[in-house]
């Protein structure tokens, strides 16, 4: 009998301490779901993402744990003692850790940026160094002014500021290199059109480096030289009876030449063309003459392209039909 009634105390004992487990952890829950809460909403509403994500991990920890606490508050105390115990241990964690969050909700902007102070900074560090990477140097310098002015770190800002200019200035460097090595590039072409708007591209995109001064000048001085050497050529073929090189040099110089510059060479000209003419019908004749037919077929094509009005075009048109025929019949 006496055994029965201990055993009969025993569980009733364990009853209670049960209940007494089950109403704490419904006020511990209760309180940190209740914290929790409040404070994701408190960051959401105010765009505070690091109060935002500790009223989440809570609210998360509170659903996770909450659980298993209470089913193993209400199961056997012999069985599930060293758990329960375990779990209180960890609630009690829970609490104190419910208590900081809530501590640090009420905390004003200023108090949390000094608790998070050299967080911040290091983020701000490492935010500085991927501008710097991505070559955004402007954003660089914003973020350099905030670590002077809104943490007080000015010797580190003034380190990063000089970092910034430095590498700023590199990367122009090299990139006003590249352009005026382009824009060389096209004198050489003598594309003196895309040289010009190159030239001026690059005037704006580098306003303020000593290397771009005169890029213009740089083409029309090359320009000028190239129209220089151009004329010299020319007179040299036409004075040494080079008709063919003449001509050819003269179609180019053309395209440089103003009404009032050509107006000097015009007679000299003629008689380049003349020559040039008369050179290329004594070829075409001849050519016929010895039957190489490709040869007088190409040669006649030239003098009806260039000459179109001349009675020596006339002359080839009514041949070259014939010509034309014994080419091809020599490729067949």
């Not at 590498?167 to 096209?186: E, F, I």
Request: charged share 30%.
């Amino acid at each position: 009998m006496t055994t029965l009634q201990d055993s009969q105390a025993e569980t009733s004992n364990s009853t209670t301490r049960g209940g007494e487990i089950v109403n704490r952890l419904v006020a511990i829950y209760g309180v940190a779901a209740v914290v929790a809460v409040a404070l994701a909403g408190y960051g959401y509403s105010t765009g505070n993402g690091g109060v935002l994500a500790l009223g989440g991990l809570a609210v998360v920890l509170v659903l996770a744990v909450a659980p298993i606490s209470f089913a193993a508050a209400g199961g056997n105390r012999a069985e599930t003692g060293p758990a329960v115990d375990l779990l209180v241990g960890e609630i009690r964690e829970l609490r104190r850790s419910v208590d900081r969050l809530r501590e640090y909700q009420s905390l004003s902007d200023d108090a949390r940026r000094v608790l998070n102070r050299a967080r911040e900074r290091e983020l701000l560090i490492r935010a500085i160094e991927e501008d710097i990477a991505a070559e955004d140097w402007d954003a660089a310098i914003v973020l350099c002014g905030e670590l002077a002015e809104r943490f007080g770190y000015r010797e580190d800002s003034e380190q990063f500021r000089s970092r910034v200019e430095q590498a700023r200035s590199a990367t122009r460097d090299r990139n006003v290199g590249a352009a005026v090595a382009a824009l060389d590039g096209l004198i050489v072409q003598r594309r003196w059109d895309h040289a010009m708007n190159h030239a001026a591209s690059v005037q704006r995109l580098y306003p303020d480096s000593p290397r771009i001064h005169g890029l213009h000048q740089r083409v029309e001085n090359a320009r000028e030289r190239y129209k220089t050497d151009l004329e010299r050529r020319f007179l040299h073929a036409a004075q040494g009876e080079s008709a063919d090189e003449a001509l050819v040099l003269l179609k180019e110089l053309d395209a440089y030449l103003t009404e009032a510059e050509a107006e000097p060479y015009r007679e000299l000209a003629r008689g380049v063309i003349g020559k040039a003419r008369e050179n290329l019908g004594a070829s075409f004749k001849l050519a016929v003459r010895d039957r190489r037919w490709r040869d007088a077929a190409g040669l006649g094509e030239r003098i009806i392209a260039e000459f179109p009005n001349s009675r020596m075009a006339e002359e080839v048109r009514s041949m070259i039909d014939g010509v034309r025929q014994r080419a091809a019949s020599l490729t067949a």
